[in-house]
């Protein structure tokens, strides 16, 4: 009686998953995009903004540190919007698309 009552159980739950929508997202994990241990300095996000203001460009944008300590972003300059980078070593260089 355990057994049936057991089995009977487990294809009520089955057939309720078989008719569960299929479009549920499934959650996905986060992951880090530099190898553990990568030395990332401390530059912060409003200094290479005033960096980029202070070289002559305008509105730096999506702002965003790569593993190399690069900065990479999008900036305005000479009425244009262009994507650019700070190295570590300070230099804005501008990146192809």
Do not use: Y
């Not at 959650?27 to 960096?51: H, M």
Request: charged letters at 25%; hydrophobic letters at 40%.
């Amino acid at each position: 009686m355990r057994h049936k009552l057991l089995l009977s159980a487990t294809i009520a739950v089955a057939g309720l998953l078989a008719l569960a929508p299929q479009s549920i997202p499934l959650i996905s994990v986060a992951r880090a995009a530099c190898d553990p241990g990568t030395p990332l300095d401390k530059t912060t996000i409003e200094q290479i903004r005033d960096r980029l203001i202070k070289a002559g460009f305008k509105d730096p944008a999506h702002l965003r540190k790569g593993c190399d300590n690069s900065w990479h972003g999008t900036a305005e300059k000479d009425g244009q919007q262009i994507n650019v980078a700070v190295t570590a070593d300070g230099h804005i260089v501008q990146e192809g698309d």
